[in-house]
C-alpha cells in the first residue's frame, strides 16, 4: 500500500515549456487535490477533483489545467511554464470531498528558469 | 487575505519540555481545525483535529485546544522529542456547509534540542 505516489520528484524546465506532474493514490479515495507550498505563503490550493469525472478550480489555477484520468489519477498540467510556478508540489487524496482528512504524496519541486 | 495565521516561523524547545504552537484564524465559518505535521522532502501529515463543538482534543503527547471567541488555537506537545522537529501546519475549513477546502496556515518550524 504505497498511499499517495507523485512523479517526478524534481524537475528542471525553462520558461514556456510545458509538464504534466502525475499523481496516483491506491487508497481508493474518491477525491483528489493539487496544492503548491511557497516560502511564507503555507499550502494553496491549486485545483482539485471531487470524484471520478469532475475538476474544480481551488485558490491559484491560474497557468494550471488538471486530468482526473480514472478514480487512482490525477495529473497537473502546466502548458507554458513561468518562474512564477516554480514550487513544492503536492497531491493529496481523501475518501470523500467533505472528510477533512487528507493524505498527502511527497511532493514533486519544480524549477522554472 | 490569510484566514488563517500561524505568526512565529519558527520554534526551539528543549527536549523534554512542553512545545506550544500558535494559530490564529479570522473567518467564523470555521468550524472544524487540524494539525498537520511535515518533515522536509515528505509531504505533510495528518495529526490531530479538533470541532468546533469541543475545546479540547488528545490523542497522546499531543493536545489541541480551541478558543472560538479569540479565533485561536494552540497545540501542545508533552514531552517534547527530537523527532517532534519538523514544520506544523494549521488548517481549517467549514464542513458544516459543504465546503471541502483545507485553508492552511504558513507553518511553524519546531526544533527540538536534545
Known amino acids: 500500500n504505497a498511499g499517495v505516489t507523485q512523479t517526478p520528484k524534481f524537475q528542471v524546465l525553462k520558461t514556456g515549456q510545458s509538464m504534466t506532474l502525475q499523481c496516483a493514490q491506491d487508497m481508493n479515495h474518491n477525491s483528489m487535490y493539487w496544492y503548491r507550498q511557497d516560502p511564507g505563503m503555507g499550502l494553496r490550493l491549486i485545483y482539485y477533483?471531487?470524484?471520478?469525472?469532475?475538476?474544480d478550480k481551488g485558490e491559484v489555477p491560474n497557468g494550471y489545467n488538471v486530468s482526473r484520468l480514472n478514480k487512482r489519477e490525477f495529473s497537473l498540467r502546466l502548458e507554458s511554464a513561468a518562474p512564477s510556478q516554480t514550487s513544492v508540489y503536492f497531491c493529496a487524496s481523501s475518501e470523500v470531498i467533505n472528510q477533512e482528512t487528507q493524505y498527502f504524496g511527497p511532493g514533486t519541486r519544480l524549477l522554472v528558469l | 487575505d490569510q484566514q488563517v495565521k500561524q505568526n512565529s516561523p519558527s520554534l526551539s524547545v528543549q527536549e523534554g519540555r512542553i512545545s506550544i504552537l500558535n494559530c490564529d484564524y479570522t473567518n467564523s465559518m470555521f468550524d472544524y481545525f487540524l494539525w498537520y505535521k511535515k518533515y522536509p522532502a515528505e509531504g505533510p501529515t495528518f495529526l490531530i483535529s479538533i470541532s468546533s463543538i469541543k475545546d479540547k482534543n488528545e490523542d497522546g503527547r499531543f493536545t489541541v485546544f480551541l478558543n472560538k471567541s479569540a479565533k485561536h488555537l494552540s497545540l501542545h506537545i508533552v514531552p517534547s522529542q527530537p523527532g517532534d522537529s519538523a514544520v506544523y501546519f494549521c488548517a481549517a475549513s467549514h464542513l458544516n456547509f459543504g465546503n471541502e477546502k483545507l485553508t492552511f496556515g504558513t507553518g511553524t518550524r519546531l526544533t527540538i534540542i536534545p
Open positions: 477533483s471531487a470524484s471520478e469525472g469532475t475538476t
